[in-house]
């Protein structure tokens, strides 16, 4: 009998934290833009791509982890991706974007982490890549690494990522809800002064206009004057840049990944990008001098996949014309401005080297409901 009471207590309290977790902005009624969303309003409706978290929170002060986002299920060095990249402010350490807007590929998977873990993610997604059936000859590979700086909450200079953490978040990358919050590479962010983290959220354009899906995630670390859906939140809370209760909460960064199953080339998918960080303003982002704000997009439409190895000097592929990516750039300011918020509903208050506070839910839903935007 005591055993039975044992598992309903535990089953009772698992039922009460789910029931108290905070949840997604549209949980709650928020319906940003017009456009539907994929079934999971994430970056893994589009179909193939996947990701993985590592988190690491240990003692007093590590609050750290990475992100890893795998463009589809084969070998991508050997099947590349048309990709871009585009940086809104190059405050930052995108190893890897070169190579990206010289081809306009992408090999490897995408790793998000902290800014002094990017070296070791670096030599970790090379020596993922040399492993993989099929790369046996390799002696190039282009790895791309992006980070924010979690150095606030994270003991940052104790360079607790390994290599084996990042192994682990491109291994285990899987298709589906995407966890959110504090979570691998937005563990130890912060956001217009409250907790970041990472966020994700995806939209569906008209079958008319093909019904290609667009989907975004985030690492939100950066600051502004925090609107959610048009409304004035961060001055409504008196907490935004340039007031009196924050010196200066603007820098940070924030790395945006695009995907999408639209037959886009890398000139395409780069515009595609640039509209990506319409979304960060949308939410009061200001892309400040010390906040590195980077856009990686790339395309999943197989018929662009672009060989290791062609067979042949030339290849056939099916691509939109510039005036049918016009409903794309609509969906990817949507999405990215949906997972940033997304990003904030769902991270919750952090100790570590200080205590950042969650974004108060309730006092959000309040203001939203006082500018009729929810």
């Known amino acids: 009998m005591k055993q039975l009471l044992l598992v309903l207590l535990l089953i009772s309290l698992s039922f009460q934290a789910r029931s108290q977790e905070r949840k997604r902005a549209r949980e709650y009624g928020i319906r940003i833009g017009v456009l539907p969303t994929g079934p999971l309003n994430a970056i893994t409706d589009v179909a193939g791509v996947r990701v993985g978290h590592t988190t690491l929170i240990q003692g007093e002060a590590v ?22 990249v585009y940086v809104g402010n190059g405050f930052g350490k995108l190893a890897g974007s070169t190579q990206v807007q010289e081809l306009g590929v992408l090999e490897t998977p995408i790793v998000l982490t902290n800014t002094l ?18 790369n ?30 990042v192994l682990a978040a491109i291994e285990q990358a899987q298709a589906g809800p995407v966890a959110e919050g504090n979570v691998g590479a937005g563990t130890g962010t912060v956001c217009f002064g409250f907790k970041g983290g990472i966020g ?23 600051g502004g004057v925090l609107q959610i859906n048009g409304a004035p939140v961060g001055q409504a809370l008196k907490q935004f840049y340039l007031s009196q209760h924050l010196p200066d909460p603007a820098d940070g960064s924030c790395m945006i990944v695009v995907a999408t199953d639209a037959p886009l080339e890398a000139r395409n998918l ?17 892309a400040a001098n010390g906040s590195g704000d980077y856009v990686v997009a790339f395309s999943t439409h197989a018929g662009g996949f672009v060989p290791y190895a062609p067979t042949a000097a030339t290849q056939t592929t099916t691509m939109l014309t510039n005036e049918a990516v016009s409903p794309l750039f609509l ?6 401005e949906e997972a940033i918020i997304n990003s904030m509903f769902r991270a919750e208050t952090m100790q570590g080297k200080q205590r950042i506070e969650a974004l108060p839910l309730d006092k959000v839903l309040k203001i939203l409901k006082q500018h009729h935007a929810r």
């Open 200 to 222: 994700t959220a995806s939209r569906v354009v008209p079958a008319a206009l093909g019904g290609y899906t667009v989907g975004v995630l985030v690492q939100t670390n950066f």
């Open 117 to 134: 873990g990017v070296g070791t993610a670096l030599n970790a997604v090379v020596d993922y890549v040399l492993r993989q059936p099929g």
């Open 63 to 84: 609050r750290t982890g990475v992100t890893a986002i795998v463009p589809h299920p084969g070998n991508v060095f050997q099947q590349k991706v048309p990709a871009a």
């Open 331 to 336: 969906a990817v300011i949507e999405a990215t």
């Open 136 to 165: 046996e000859k390799v002696q190039s590979v282009n790895a791309l690494v992006g980070e924010t700086n979690d150095g606030g909450l994270n003991d940052i200079r104790g360079r607790h990522v390994t290599a084996a953490h």
């Open 270 to 286: 780069e515009r595609l990008a640039k509209r990506a960080m319409m979304g960060l303003a949308k939410t009061g982002g200001i």
